[in-house]
């Protein structure tokens, strides 16, 4: 189903700077494909909803280069394809660490996949390259945050303006932005980027930078250059040969930064081909090994070192952003230093920052973390999205007399909107009330006249038993790696924590008031907490990150 649509055009944005130059269908997805890229994941069922199938479009825009120069560069953007004249969010992804040019979103790799699982729940997704990946021939400007905050923010533009008549679909005003390593970075630098330069243009909701190199100069450079090995050596003359490439002034070749064979060969191992799992088992394990001892001794000692300088003007820590910002890393990362995120956390609140926070994801290697942190970056997400369903309404419950009698009746009310909705009961039903129930879950789905549709269940319940809307309580943290609280304002009774099959996995006695639960011995996925008293029952779920 690839290449099913070309479109060759050259459309200046309304800010002059980022110009469409083609767009391309790569691949449509149904609803159940974009589920299965969720299992895929390793997303427990249930776990996202996803409402959409999704196609998805290689981007080919222009924008500029550090050198003032326009260049071509490529990203996707995944849109739900069946949301209607329903308003979505745009959701900007930024990718990690490759040194192979077309594995990136603008050729549907595993990342651009991603984007896939969150457009089906709703979001439109941007997914740049870079300049130098994808269809950029240039050299990748690794971890430069102007350049990749400014590439990822002209894709924001064309999707906020352009595309939209193109692909059909409407923003709703809201955008989010997140990233996992050197996309953390880049996330990190690109709301940076919007707060301080463009805050008349746009207006970040929440952005979740994951396992980035926050302090790139500090924390990231002493991990890298430290007398021992490192995973990936090649970090080190990516970052030097990038740097080179948009600042110009590190050094005329490279016979005056590395010792030979490596002066020599790192050129074509870093010729877009070549993974950077190759590529560092070409190098030293040791990186500083493959530096001239001269030029590792200067780079040591002199602040004003040329490289030093330029790592220093990519750390993006030292700010205060109004957003909120949720940051995760896990502590047995061994590509970036889960420090980057600590020392980003502890400058962001001494600069008055009041909504920034850093989650531990427990002890996991770079590789384990982005799971979890994707998983909770989507519910953070959430936390902030808004629905745009225009109508107002609420649903009068009435019970059933007694669990044997089917006399319960739902009824629904229009509070606020326009009258020109319509209704779907889970009994087949379409009218403003539905009689002579049993006791049990009915669930309403209403669709308002722009096709935006809500979805809530109902309980039927009978004497002695409370229905959802009776009463409310808290459960948090939520998601939780460990314990949670749940404020319970009611009689004492018993709880049960099922999980996905129906299996009783945790279960013990609740007070009326504050309770602790510990859920060390779950595993990563949703479970329904059931808390059941002498004056009835109530479910919530609950979702565990490990």
């Known amino acids: 189903m690839k290449h099913l649509f070309s479109l060759a055009l050259l459309i200046t944005s309304f800010q002059g700077l980022a110009q469409l130059v083609n767009l391309e269908l790569l691949e449509s997805f149904s609803i159940s494909e974009v589920e299965q890229i969720v299992n895929d994941f390793g997303v427990p069922n249930n776990t996202i909803n996803i409402t959409s199938g999704v196609d998805y479009y290689r981007v080919e825009y222009m924008t500029e280069h550090p050198n003032g120069e326009m260049v071509l560069v490529s990203g996707g953007i995944a849109v739900p394809n069946d949301v209607g004249s329903c308003a979505s969010p ?13 594995q990136v979103p603008s050729f549907l790799n595993g990342e651009g996949l991603l984007g896939v ?33 400014s590439t990822s923010l002209d894709l924001i533009r064309l999707a906020s303006n352009e595309l939209q008549e193109e692909l059909g679909y409407t923003w709703n005003e809201q955008l989010f932005l997140f990233g996992y390593s050197q996309g953390g970075h880049a996330t990190m630098a690109l709301h940076k980027m919007i707060e301080e330069e463009f805050p008349e243009e746009f207006t970040v909701t929440a952005s979740a930078p994951m396992s980035g190199p926050y302090d790139i100069s500090g ?74 001892p001269e030029v590792f001794e200067a780079f040591q000692n002199d602040p004003n070192h040329p490289l030093r300088l330029a790592l220093a003007d990519n750390d993006v820590y030292d700010w205060a952003p109004t957003a909120p910002v949720t940051m995760y890393y896990c502590t047995e990362d061994e590509q970036v230093d889960y420090n980057n995120s600590l020392v980003a956390l502890e400058a962001m609140t001494n600069n008055g920052a009041t909504n920034v926070s850093a989650l531990n994801g427990g002890a996991f290697d770079h590789g384990g973390c982005a799971p979890l942190a994707f998983l909770g970056c989507y519910f953070f997400f959430e936390d902030y999205r808004q629905d745009s369903f225009s109508l107002v309404y609420n649903v009068l419950v009435s019970d059933a007399s007694s669990g044997d009698v089917s006399d319960g009746a739902l009824s629904f009310n229009l509070i606020e909107g326009d009258e020109n909705y319509t209704l779907e009961w889970s009994n087949g039903d379409n009218g403003q009330s539905i009689e002579n129930l049993a006791p049990g879950e009915y669930t309403l789905t209403v669709t308002d006249p722009s096709g935006c549709t809500s979805t809530e269940s109902y309980a039927i319940s009978f004497p002695g038993v409370l229905s959802e809307l009776d009463f409310t309580w808290k459960l948090y943290p939520n998601p939780s790696n460990s314990l949670v609280n749940i404020d319970w304002p009611f009689s004492s009774g018993n709880f049960d924590v099922f999980d996905l099959q129906g299996k009783v996995v945790l279960s013990g006695p609740i007070q009326k008031g504050l ?5 060390n011995s779950l595993l990563t996925g949703i479970y329904h907490v059931r808390i059941s008293t002498p004056d009835g029952f109530f479910n919530r779920r609950i979702a565990i990150e490990k």
């Open 90 to 102: 745009i959701a900007s992804y930024q990718h990690g660490t490759t040194t192979v040019r077309t």
């Open 117 to 149: 699982m969150y457009a089906g729940s709703g979001y439109i997704v941007t997914l740049p390259d870079f300049i130098g990946l994808g269809v950029s021939e240039l050299f990748h400007l690794y971890v430069h945050a102007d350049s990749q905050a």
């Open 219 to 292: 924390t990231q450079t002493n991990m890298i250059i430290a007398d021992a090995p490192f995973s990936f050596s090649g970090f080190l003359p990516y970052v030097t040969m990038a740097y080179q490439a948009a600042y110009g002034n590190l050094y005329d070749s490279l016979e005056e930064i590395f010792v030979e064979p490596y002066a020599t060969t790192l050129p074509d191992l870093f010729d877009g081909t070549n993974s950077i799992g190759y590529i560092s088992t070409q190098l030293p394990a040791i990186p500083n090994q493959m530096l001239l």
């Open 515 to 519: 309770n602790q639960l510990s859920c």
